[in-house]
């Protein structure tokens, strides 16, 4: 039987983060992943760091945001040099367009809230000297200058190839099927090509958390659902827009390749990843109310993602208290590219025998059974 000191169950942005930041500090480490690495969530995500777009408050969920955010230049850098994959940060920044007066309520209180990040409240003059593709019928917005965006397929390609520089397994195509427990604590974990003997398994499923076999038997679930998110991609016009913009239900994110990212829907179909027709002309809508010019884009391609999504709103990251030497990391929503540094850290610290920071613990899990 082999054996690791970790085995992280889930090869995408957040698994293979754990997976780095784990054999980073000389921790051995195993990512089993069943599919192909960013083959859910992660291969379908924009890649916004924006942590003022779905902060409610200057809370947990801010202060990790901002501080991933704040180190995710040094973190990319750090990754081309380990694993020669150039995720692609672009420090963009984010204008939220604001159409009628809700809008503009509701995006200077944002500004007055994350004032300390930057994020100040322009009028409509400034916003198109900031970007003069956004719509002339924006009556203003916030914007955030140090908001980034990256290319989340290749952040976890990244993540994953510098941890094997460290000395991780990372291995594709393998399927974890059962978690072995005995007396109360972790001793393994079942595959479709045998077990792996293991003290620690940290569950990184995405939206499958609830739902796979590695979860424990009568343990109650993890409240996570999936929720599809379809997003198209255009060819960007010339010269094309510099700035991550949002509004109107969506967003438009420029990227390096020519392209603009158009998203995203927010659908409840369960574990339905297809594009559909009605999907596609929701996006064209809402796209082009935000950046008039993509109605005379050319269309690239279409593609689909299921976000895990808790029910509370916030990731849920960290032991399980029932199961020793089991942790979980999920639930990360629309932010798991701009949590995965966080995440990584928070559950090598679990690792470590660290006690779970104070302000990360709005995150653990044990807040579903107490």
Known sequence: MRTSEVVVVGGGVIGASVAFFLAREGIEVTLLERDALAAGAS??????????????????????A?????????????????????????????????????????????????????????????????????????????????????????????YAAAARRFGARIETGVEATGLRVGSGRVTGVETRDGAWSTPRVVLCSGAWSATGGVWPEGLARLPVAPLRGQIL?????????????????????????????????????????????????QLLEMGARIVPAIGDCTFRSAWAGLRPTPSDGLPIIGPVDEVEGFAVATGHHRNGVLLSPATGELITGWVSGKATPSEARAFLPSRFTS
């Open 43 to 64: 291969g379908a995500a924009a890649g916004m760091l924006t942590p003022t777009n779905d902060a409610a408050d200057a809370g947990p969920f801010f202060h990790w």
């Open 66 to 158: 901002q501080r991933s955010l704040e180190g995710f230049e040094s973190l990319a850098a750090e990754l081309l040099e380990r694993s020669g994959v150039d995720c692609e940060f672009v420090r963009s920044g984010t204008l939220r367009l604001a159409f009628d007066d809700d809008d503009v309520t509701r995006l200077q209180a944002r500004a007055d809230t994350f004032a300390d990040a930057r994020l100040e409240w322009f009028d409509a003059a400034a916003v198109r000297v900031v970007e003069p593709y956004a719509a002339e019928h924006a009556v203003g917005g916030s914007y955030a200058p140090d908001e980034a965006h990256v290319r989340s397929p290749l952040l976890a390609r990244a």
């Open 233 to 281: 991609s255009v060819e960007a016009p010339t010269p094309a827009p510099a700035t991550t913009l949002l509004g109107a239900g969506g967003y438009v994110v420029p990227k390096r390749d020519g392209s603009l990212v158009v998203g995203a829907t927010e659908e409840e179909v369960g574990f339905d990843a297809r594009v559909t027709g009605e999907g596609l002309r």
